[in-house]
């Protein structure tokens, strides 16, 4: 499985680009479901057709990032934010833009060169190297998109890379298929890797008013809050997926999350329970669709989302796909 | 120029969000030799069609009838009128602008004390919009009140006039702009299914497209603005949002969408091709109606482009007429092409 979230963390894949991840997905779900097909907003949908409720579970392709808004007489490029990017942390950091090339993340300031005292995004530049707007223009054009320049480490259990949101939910959908005894699922399922949920939840949005599912399921990362004094969310890497009671989004149906702990304790499968104040994931947007969809999360816990070190644990990983097993299989 | 005549018309009706009746009457009185059915909608966005039954992708052409202004909340008792503000309007441009207000367009002045009373502390500050009134010229409430029902909407009396040649100043350029190049487009004849959306609210949350393409939904969404320009002197570059006489401003993302990507290529392409000037929105900033359009059912690919404006949501904004013709020709040209 790591080998599978290596590929898909270095795919290239901000909102609205998703096409390299979803190339890779498409290969690895093909033979294990009955139709793979994409839809009209980009959305890949692997289908098992089963004779009950339909059950749509979505995790999202794409990862924040930054888009070129503007190209100097110097070759310097000024870029907005593509999702909840953290601004502050983006100064120092190297950007790896569509077709390959690399940037320097740095930043304006007579007064002071060397600490960003003004933490504006207008205030940061990239330098790509060129050395003129012609220059420039031969590498990235405004609108060229951008993500921090990916990277995978493993050490023990614990996972660093970028991007883990969300091809760390793309990977526990593929396990799942990978490992699912197709007779034996209770749904019609549809797994739904999902457009642009970094820029509003909209992949999600039209999927599911498509699909419209009895239940529908994300599969995202959340918060963790097990570092210095970190703020007081009560997850923790390594003690089981989250399931999500809430979030700043949703509440989650009550019968689907009693359904997933009830089938955490029968099975000894480790699970915490979710409640954040902040962020959101697809389950938002698909629970009020048409008249209403009854949806839940199963999150992993992930320290430094939106920044170059997202970090979780392989083993909240594993039993998340375990747990979905036992959920979806008779 | 029949065009410059529909946007002196358009720039000075009144229309505020959700007062947007006048404005409504006269573009279905524009559109009605084109468009083979017309409606409104329970939200007041007029909708109308033109060869329905026509193959290939059904397109929308969106622009926003509504403009920012006031609404009178309060009358005291000395016969001046209080008032909110309806969508995003800067305080400091409030203060001795002659306002329109209610159906019958009572005329008034926005004021605060003269200059003569004021300590020097408050000479250096801006006066919040809470502590500015309209003076309509009432002796008292009473007088105030069967002249101007509370609830009346107020616009900015400002009329459209050529300031040099080609280049105009007027009010509700935004979206007044969009409603008349959606004119012009109509009276073109194309391949395709069109579906003409002058939308309602959009300055106080994109309320009328969050409704208007659901019944008539289309495959392609082009909204049609008119957009910031920030090309003022000491605006470092990449912060003028666009520039006046650069030709149309393609929006590759603002704050609610990234505009369909294969679709902007093509567009850029017919640009290219017919050697018309363009130029990208340089600032994330802003949204439009295409966010609410885009996550229609099962989606919409959405596509924005507008007029660049200097001095939006103010009493007072200019554009040049070449870039109003451009972002014609450049939608006329792309519509072809289907």
Redesign the interface.
């Known amino acids: 499985m790591e080998n599978l979230i290596k590929k898909l963390v270095y795919a290239f894949g901000p909102?609205?680009?998703e096409n390299s991840v979803k190339k890779i997905i498409k290969e690895e779900i093909l033979k294990e479901v009955d139709e793979v097909y994409e839809?009209?907003?980009g959305n890949l949908v692997g289908h098992i057709k089963g004779p009950n409720e339909s059950l749509m579970l979505a995790a999202h392709m794409d990862q924040i990032g930054v888009?070129v808004?503007?190209i100097?007489k110097n070759g310097f490029l000024?870029v907005?934010?593509?999702g909840g990017l953290h601004k502050s942390l983006l100064v120092g950091q190297k950007i790896l833009f569509e077709g390959g090339v690399e940037g320097f993340v740095y930043y304006e300031d007579k007064e002071s060169p060397w600490e960003v005292k003004d933490q504006k995004l207008?205030k940061f530049y990239v330098d790509i190297g060129a050395t003129s707007r012609t220059s420039a223009k031969k590498l990235v054009q405004?609108?060229t998109e951008g993500i921090y320049k990916p990277s995978f480490y493993v050490n023990g259990t614990r996972i660093t890379a970028p991007a883990l949101d969300d091809r760390i939910g793309c990977a526990v959908a593929i396990q799942l298929l990978k490992t699912l005894r197709r007779k034996k699922v209770k749904y019609d399922l549809y797994v739904v890797f999902t457009v642009?949920e970094e820029?509003?939840i909209?992949g999600a949005?039209?999927s599911s008013?498509?699909i419209t599912p009895d239940i529908g399921i994300a599969l995202d990362v959340t918060d963790a809050g097990d570092t210095p004094e970190s703020p007081a969310i009560s997850l923790a890497l390594g003690k089981g997926p989250a399931i999500k009671i809430m979030d700043a989004g949703m509440i989650a149906s009550k019968r689907i999350r009693t359904l997933l702990i009830d089938t955490a304790k029968k099975n000894n499968i480790p699970y915490q329970l979710e409640v954040i104040t902040g962020g959101s994931t697809d389950a938002a947007a698909i629970q009020i669709t048409k008249t209403g969809v009854e949806s839940a999360a199963v999150s992993i816990s992930t320290r430094y989302i939106h920044t170059p070190g997202e970090t979780l644990d392989m083993t909240d990983v594993e039993n998340a796909v375990k747990l979905l097993k036992k959920f979806i299989e008779k | 120029m029949e065009s410059i005549e529909l946007i002196e018309k358009l720039s000075n009706t009144p229309g505020i969000s959700g007062d947007e009746r006048k404005v409504r009457e006269l573009l279905k009185d524009e559109i009605k030799e084109y468009a083979e059915k017309i409606m409104t909608d329970p939200l007041g966005n007029l909708i109308a069609l033109k060869g329905m039954e026509k193959k290939g992708p059904r397109i929308m052409l969106n622009a926003h009838m509504d403009e920012v202004g006031l609404i009178i909340d309060h009358i005291n008792k000395d016969g001046f009128l209080q008032f909110k503000k309806i969508g995003g309007i800067d305080d400091r441009v409030l203060l001795g602008k002659r306002v329109l207000i209610g159906e019958k367009e009572i005329r008034g002045v926005i004021g605060a004390k003269a200059i003569h009373l004021q300590e020097v502390d408050e000479r250096k500050k801006s006066i919040k919009s809470t502590e500015l009134y309209i003076d309509i010229g009432a002796k008292d409430m009473e007088e105030a009140e069967s002249m101007v029902p509370r609830g009346s909407f107020a616009t900015f009396d400002t009329k459209f006039e050529e300031i040099t040649e080609n280049k105009f100043i007027g009010k509700a350029f935004d979206d007044r702009l969009g409603c008349a190049i959606i004119v012009d487009l109509l009276r073109q004849n194309y391949n395709v299914p069109i579906i003409a959306l002058f939308s309602t609210q959009e300055e106080i949350g994109l309320r009328g497209a969050a409704v208007g393409a659901h019944q008539y939904t289309p495959d392609v969404a082009i909204t049609i603005e008119g957009t910031i320009s920030n090309d003022l002197p000491e605006v470092p570059d990449h912060l003028k949002c666009s520039k006046l006489g650069r030709g149309p401003v393609i929006t590759v993302k603002d704050r609610g969408v990234i505009t369909d990507n294969e679709l902007r290529g093509k567009l850029i392409s017919t640009a290219k091709q017919n050697k018309i000037p363009y130029q990208f929105k340089q600032v994330i900033a802003g949204g439009t109606d295409s966010y609410r359009i885009q996550t229609t059912k099962k989606g919409v690919k959405v596509l924005t482009v507008a007029v660049p404006v200097r001095y939006l949501h103010s009493p007072v904004s200019l554009f040049f007429k070449d870039d109003y013709i451009n972002t014609f020709k450049l939608l006329n040209k792309f519509l072809k092409k289907f």
């Open positions: 909102s609205s680009k839809d009209n907003f888009m808004t503007n100097d000024r907005g934010s593509i207008e405004i609108g642009q820029i509003g909209k949005k039209v008013y498509d």
